[in-house]
């Protein structure tokens, strides 16, 4: 089932409103896709260099559309996502600085740096920005849209043994189906389509439920195997929110309380989110044995502080 599917008729979006959103989710996602792409890159074996040499010209790519979306959202974005921990986290940057160190990338930490530095939503949106968020916009979709196909390639790859990568099948599924998210909603955006809260919480719950079993199930794999009582952890989270996941799409055919999964979600959410926390601090402070690259704990956490940010809102409006 596709995320969201466009209707032929747009509900008005005010443009002002049209400019914090796509601004919100450029410096959610596109430091999500630049980050895909790094683990992408870091995870091929020398005989396919030129994957390597691709994957890393697509995080230089969204490096960029970084840097424009920073640049155009100072004073304009919400404060609740800058405050959100989904933009960046108290270990973003050492996160970024070890897997560097680890990896020999070089990650351009003045971005993560310039978004410290944002301020929140005390500016309107004049004509000018909304037409430069609009090719913003653009840019993003077609750039990510090409991230697909390139990671669809990867999977098809190493699903009929024609390649070899460090990354799981499921795990090049997992980005994959968050980029599409990505380009389905700034398609979404440019179309000026409102969004309708109690349509959108049911696939947002039953989509990002998904991700946190994903993100548990990829942890448990990649700890150590004498890291046991963070193995049960992460595998307990990972039934939990298989769970969950069946739950919301159950809200979705009106077969349970939407309100009764939204709060469970809530609460599982929460403790993920502490979770990814500590693992992520673990792995700055080499006290968690895995292979786990610490940029991926601090990607986790930040998806979990993103959820947690649209649940409560779901919250708010039921």
């Known amino acids: 089932m596709d995320y969201l599917s466009l209707s032929a008729r747009c509900d008005e979006l005010t443009s002002s409103e049209f400019v914090k959103q796509s601004l919100a989710l450029h410096l959610f996602f596109g430091r999500i896709m630049k980050e895909h792409s790094f683990f992408l890159e870091v995870a091929f074996t020398p005989r396919d260099a030129n994957y390597t040499r691709k994957a890393d010209s697509f995080r230089k790519a969204f490096d960029s559309l970084l840097e424009k979306a920073i640049t155009l959202s100072n004073g304009i974005v919400s404060e609740k996502v800058l405050q959100s921990g989904e933009v960046v986290t108290p270990y973003t940057l050492q996160a970024e600085k070890l897997s560097s160190f680890y990896t020999g990338v070089r990650i351009p930490t003045r971005l993560t740096q ?152 809530l609460d599982a959410t929460k403790r993920i989110r502490d979770f990814n926390a500590a693992g992520t601090r673990g792995l700055l402070g080499c006290k968690v044995k895995s292979i786990i690259v610490p940029l991926l704990g601090d990607h986790v956490l930040r998806e979990s502080n993103h959820y947690l940010r649209l649940l409560k809102m779901f919250k708010k409006a039921q």
């Open 114 to 265: 310039a978004e410290f530095g944002l301020c929140g939503d005390d500016r309107k949106a004049g004509s000018r920005i909304v037409e430069k968020v609009k090719d913003l916009n653009n840019e993003a979709i077609k750039l990510t849209n090409s991230l697909i196909e390139f990671k669809a390639k990867i999977l098809s790859n190493v699903l009929s043994c024609r390649m070899f990568t460090l990354n799981y099948p499921l795990l090049i599924d997992h980005i994959m189906r968050e980029a599409k998210l990505y380009v389905s909603l700034l398609q979404k955006l440019q179309c000026m389509e409102d969004m309708n809260l109690e349509k959108e919480a049911y696939k947002q719950e039953s989509f990002w439920n998904r991700i946190m079993a994903e993100h548990s199930k990829f942890i448990r794999g990649l700890l150590d195997p004498t890291e046991n009582e963070l193995f049960n952890a992460a595998n307990d989270f990972g039934k939990e929110f298989d769970q969950l996941t069946k739950d919301a799409l159950q809200a979705m055919d009106k077969t349970m309380p939407a309100d009764d999964v939204t709060n469970r979600s």
